[in-house]
């Protein structure tokens, strides 16, 4: 009997012993359900390009930049529920232009490249929406207005260059090569 009894005061304390698991419903810490976007701070400073140089260089004959232009700066007007929408229009656009016919001062490596930086932050800022991660969203957007700022910069220094006249260089015949088709440092 006593055999028994030491058996089920075994049981007892084993069974007291166990820790209690608190409740899996308080626990488990909730995704964020909602994008907050900030206005990036790059956004506030976009570069402009004046019309007097959009004349001048044609700009306004190149439709798919135009389009782009302002796909980007629409997005400064940032409507946080409809983020994603913007973010898959502006890759449509930025696509469209990259497969579309650059202008003649336009049409090299450095511009064609720096269409693919922007490209590039446009799909890992779709990616930081579609996954809600705030920070790293608002952080992508920043860059992808640095990334445009620079484009712009480019654009601009290189119609400066495109002004140098290559008399002044003493060269006669002067051969362009077409960066996106044969890469420069391509073998072929």
């Known amino acids: 009997m006593l ?82 929408t913007f973010i898959s229009e502006l890759y449509k656009t930025t696509t469209s232009l990259l497969k579309a016919p650059f202008p003649e001062d336009f049409n090299k490596f450095p511009i064609y490249s720096r269409i693919k930086v922007i490209q590039t932050q446009i799909i890992k800022c779709h990616f930081y929406a579609a996954n809600r991660q705030n920070k790293k969203l608002n952080q992508s957007l920043d860059k992808l207005y640095l990334e445009y700022n620079v484009l712009l910069r480019r654009m601009i220094s290189m119609a400066e260059d495109n002004k140098i006249e290559l008399d002044s260089l003493k060269m006669v015949n002067s051969i362009f090569q077409d960066s996106k088709m044969k890469p420069a440092f391509s073998r072929k």
Not at 9 to 29: G, T, V
Not at 62 to 75: L, T
């Open 3 to 84: 055999r028994y009894f030491v058996l089920g005061l075994i049981i007892i304390f084993l069974f007291s012993c166990i820790e209690k698991k608190p409740e899996n419903n308080q626990d488990i810490e909730k995704k964020e359900e909602k994008l907050d976007v900030d206005t990036p701070d790059e956004a506030t400073q976009l570069t402009q390009l004046t019309s007097e140089f959009i004349e001048e260089n044609k700009i306004d004959q190149w439709a798919q930049f135009i389009k782009f232009k302002d796909a980007v700066e629409d997005i400064t007007l940032l409507n946080t529920a409809e983020i994603m």
